[in-house]
Every structure is written in C-alpha cells, then in structure tokens.
C-alpha cells in the first residue's frame, strides 16, 4: 500500500497519532496548517464556533501533493463540533481523491468520527471512505486492531 498521511493537528494529539501510522504504513506527512494558530482547546472551539456560525474557513496552508502511484489517503483531524474543521475540508474538495482510498482518523474529547464522515464523503466524492477511527481521551481505541483491520483490506 502507498499512501499519504494528511492531518490538522492543533494540540499535537493528532500530530502524534498521524506519526504513529506513518510509522505503521509508511507513507509522507503533510500537514495543513492555519495561518492563526487557534490555541488552547476552548479559545479554539469558541473560534471554531463562531466561524461555522458565520460561514468562514480559516485561512490556512497546505503542501502541495502528488497522488500519482497513491493508492491510500489517510486524513487526520480533531473533531470540533461533531465535524473536521472547516478549512480541512476546504482543502479536501480543492483535491482530487477520485479511486482512492480514504481512512479518516480523528481525536476528540469524546466524540465519534462517525458525524464527520457525511461532510468528509461530499468533499471527497470518487473516494471510497474505509475504516474511520477515532481515538478518544475517554474511550481509546486498540490502534493494533485498526492497523490491522486495515491491513486486511490490502
């Protein structure tokens, strides 16, 4: 499997995590970074929250990258809001995921990935979206038997 490992990590959570299966399956990182860091966990849900309540996405970079010979994408984010932030999936749709494997991964306090993954299937359309996990401060998952569950599908 050649694949990409694409993420937004703000406490450096999903940074670890996004490492953590770079290591499992190889692959590059690139990072989507907003151009204003957004802070602590509450200034940063609060900021979250009045830009989806205004309709904004945050400015941000991202590193180009080729797709070409990638069969897997895995997308990392922490769930703000039940959702990927906003600019995550500004620079999903701007990408052309058409045959690929997409496996999302999150982080959050305690909710599930499994809200995010409607708006994750609209930005990603000709994606095909496998095995989401989400690694929870509350409820950890067994990382071994995602990575495994994955590897079975190869």
């Known amino acids: 499997m050649k694949s990409v490992i694409v993420y937004y990590s703000n406490s450096g959570k999903t940074k670890k995590l996004a490492e953590q299966i770079a290591e499992s399956f190889g692959g ?5 970074e907003p151009k204003v860091p957004y802070g602590p966990y509450l200034p940063a849900v609060q900021r979250a929250g009045a830009e989806k309540r205004k309709g904004i996405i945050a400015e941000y970079t991202a590193p180009e990258i080729n797709l070409e010979g990638v069969d897997t994408i895995f997308v990392g984010f922490p769930i703000w ?6 600019f995550v999936l500004d620079y999903l749709k701007k990408q052309d995921f058409s045959g690929k494997t997409v496996i999302p991964f999150a982080t ?3 909710s599930s990935i499994h809200g995010a993954i409607p708006l994750l299937q609209e930005a990603m359309p000709g994606a095909t979206i ?7 401060v509350v409820f950890r998952i067994e990382y071994e038997k995602w990575v495994n ?6």
Do not use: E, H, V
């Not at 590059?28 to 989507?32: D, G, R, T």
């Not at 569950?149 to 190869?154: D, E, P, S, T, W």
């Open 149 to 154: 569950n994955i590897k079975a599908l190869a």
């Open 81 to 86: 809001y039940g959702q990927a932030p906003a």
């Open 108 to 110: 959050s306090a305690g």
């Open 28 to 32: 590059k990182l690139a990072a989507i």
């Open 130 to 136: 496998r095995c989401p996990m989400t690694q929870r």
